[in-house]
């Protein structure tokens, strides 16, 4: 089975305010009318959440709702952050602080926030220690860095209260607050895990999500710093969670606020950790990209043999060679056959669990 055959919901939606609305082609699957889920080919229609805005009833109940804030050096963004939540209804603000050097911390415990300091450092390590002391049962994460609406929420959540556990919030609909970089870089990271694992999830990269906490606490994660969206991503792909995509507004970091994701290394890193995340997920990428790179391998050698032989300057060496990249290109092959089976298994059992 493929991953795009796994029965995980995708869903595209609509976010709060001038983003509101807006849907975007994407491939994913949906439950059929007797419960069982069937995949969604390309250009079938998908459901559309209606953008929201701030002057409705909240999808769940608030009291059951922890707002996760990661922070690293906001003191001018992070009490705008949580006033912003405050105001809607959401009391339950855990700011975890990576130690920041300015006065985050204070002024986010002087606006009602619970702040802990991380034991250890990156935006994952944080992410990980804080589903350890979290205990209502849905989560919303967002940066404090004053980028995302904290009135987007109800969007975020309306998915989770319909039974979605994982919900990513799409930026890239407002280009306007990107650098030309990161816009590009973005797109490019969410069409590699795309190929990757099978599906469009829009905004990988996103900072702004809500989902079950209990959904959470399975994900196998291992990111220390930007990679836990990707991370958190691939593995909701891998569980076969239901994911929700909703539209939510960006803005520019204002100023004041200190930049934290260097384009070049942090970028890097992002694009590891989307081809590492497929070693479990899907094992055919996994092992066919070494698998290619040992069939080009292969053919140079050949060659380069043939020419050799031809002309007297080639034995047995470079048939040694040759035929050792053919053997590594079966070899790779063949792993990455046998885990995509060993995956099907692996789905079958967790559908029949179900």
Not at 267 to 285: C, E, H, L
Not at 327 to 337: D, E, I, K, R, S
Request: charged content about 25%; hydrophobic content about 40%.
């Amino acid at each position: 089975m493929t991953l795009s055959e796994a029965p995980e919901d995708v869903e595209a939606g609509g976010g709060g305010g001038d983003a509101g609305g807006a849907v975007e082609d994407t491939v994913g699957v949906e439950a059929d009318e007797d419960g069982v889920e069937a995949g969604l080919e390309e250009g079938d229609e998908l459901v559309e959440e209606e953008g929201g805005g701030v002057d409705r009833e909240p999808p769940v109940d608030p009291d059951d709702v922890c707002v996760l804030i990661p922070t690293l050096n906001e003191a001018a963004t992070i009490a705008e952050v949580i006033e912003g939540f405050h105001e809607l209804g959401f009391e339950n603000v855990l700011v975890m602080d990576g130690g920041s050097r300015d006065a985050t911390r204070e002024i986010a415990r002087e606006h009602g926030a619970r702040v802990e300091v991380q034991s250890g450092s990156g935006k994952g390590q944080a992410f990980r220690e804080a589903l350890g002391l979290i205990d209502k049962p849905y989560v919303v994460m967002i940066d404090g860095d004053g980028t995302y609406l904290p009135d987007d929420v109800f969007d975020l959540l309306q998915p989770v209260a319909d039974g979605f556990d994982h919900v990513i919030g799409d930026r890239l609909g407002n280009r306007e607050a990107f650098t030309r970089l990161n816009y590009v870089g973005n797109h490019i990271f969410n069409t590699e895990f795309h190929l990757a694992h099978g599906h469009d999830l829009r905004d990988i990269l996103s900072g702004y999500r809500a989902f079950r906490l209990e959904s959470a606490r399975r994900m196998r994660l291992e990111a220390d710093g930007f990679g836990i969206e990707t991370e958190m991503s691939a593995e909701a792909v891998r569980l076969r969670q239901r994911i929700a995509v909703v539209d939510v507004r960006y803005r520019r970091r204002p100023s004041g606020s200190e930049e934290k994701l260097h384009p070049v290394f942090d970028g890097a890193r992002i694009g590891w950790t989307v081809y590492r995340t497929t070693k479990t997920a899907n094992p055919g990428f996994y092992f066919g990209v070494w698998g290619f790179i040992s069939l080009l391998a292969a053919v140079a050698s050949a060659g380069y043999t043939l020419q050799g032989l031809r002309g007297g300057f080639a034995g047995a060496g470079a048939l040694t060679v040759t035929l050792m990249f053919v053997l590594l290109t079966v070899v790779f092959y063949g792993l990455g056959a046998l885990g995509d089976a060993d995956r099907r298994r692996h789905a079958e059992l967790l559908d029949e669990l179900r």
